[in-house]
């Protein structure tokens, strides 16, 4: 991200092009962000329609003419309103639990484009994506083929299943975001995976239709994703000689996005290599999904929040604000850096280095440290590259309501989520009869 404040060069938020200063005041696509802030309070979600419809671009445009789909990862974003613009760009979803499938129906999703993923499925979530009719269950264990099996046998529905498997490759990427290495809970382990197939196989009303991979998130190289492929080929090939043909290769999601200085892949170039790989080991028939979260809302939306109190001291300065680690949980979970800028520049506040932080009593709650901003009491600022795993993973921690969220197109604004209210926050608690 350019330097803070420079006079001279307004900075651009990272990696965020349809939000752009114009005269020192941030807006996004025909929108300056301060009269959002100010009509509909803050801490607030903004996204941006158009950067959404760029984000699937790079992938839909890759995949144009070939045998492919992409599956939105919705749990990076699951506003209903994101999903309808999903299922309008024609994308399929990568659901983990009954609440998303609910979602995505109700958002007017395609459920023959569905996979349905994650490691604990239970029966009422397994029973109601068989009635949806979707396109495949990932499936993660031994356990789990069982019990599918069960439920569409008793439900007389033939299960399509993918195994996920484990392919033991490093992401590069943050411990708790890397999914593909033995160490952890996902997949079934590669060495293990010709024997569950086979008995799948052998397990009444499933249908092998895949195999499926995701090795993490937030990773900014190809590499690791041509290693897991390499062993996935490697396993096709080994299925087929047993007799069990596959018609998809999911390889899940888990490009980066440019929150600082990253360089993300370009998803071109991923599908590209890909399908070359494919087609060079004779395996260009088979259908390509991906399930893409954060690359696809990651860089479309930002939080706003307004300064409170500003706390300056000799060893560190806190600007407190009104957002806080139940908003944004990303920087106390993982320390992750996202950018804050504030609304207007060259109001003549003198810049000073400061840590963002929220109202709520943990140490944790910390949004940003040691930034360099010229701020006082009452501005506003804007977290940037929050359109992914943000309001999505807040709560109500301190009894604070949660944010709203709203969606740009142009110069139309819509409010796709009302600010929480204190009825909302006790909505089904009881109080005794004392
Ligand atoms: N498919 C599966 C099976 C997944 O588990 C995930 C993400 C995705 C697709 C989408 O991955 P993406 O394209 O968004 O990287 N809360 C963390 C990220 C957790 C990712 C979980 N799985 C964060 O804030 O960085």
Redesign the pocket.
Known sequence: MSPQNAPSTPPTPAGQPFFHFDQNRLFVESIELETLAKQYGTPLYVYSRAAIEHAWQSYARAIESRKALICY?M??NSNLAILQLFAKLGSGF?I?SGGELARVLKAGGDPSKVVF?GVGKQIWEMEAALKAGVKCF?VESVAELKQLSEVATRLNIVAPVSLRVNPDVDPHTHPY?S?GLKENKFGIAIEEAVQTYQYASELPNLNITGLDC?IG??ITEISPYLDALDKLIILIKALSTQGITLQHLDI????GIRYHDETPIDPADLINTVFERLTSNGLGDLELVM?????LVGNAGVLLTQVIFLKPAEQRSFAIVDAAMNDLM?PAL?E?WHGVLPLKLNTGAKAQTWDVVGPICESADWLAKERTLAIEQNDYLVIESTG??SFV?SGQYNSRTRAAEILVDGDQVTVIRERETFDDLIRGENLLDL
């Open positions: 990862g749990k990076a990568d983990v993923s990932n975001i999914t995701h998130s937030q899940g999601g888990g490009l399930e893409p979260g954060r690359s990303r993982y992750a992914a795993y993973m």
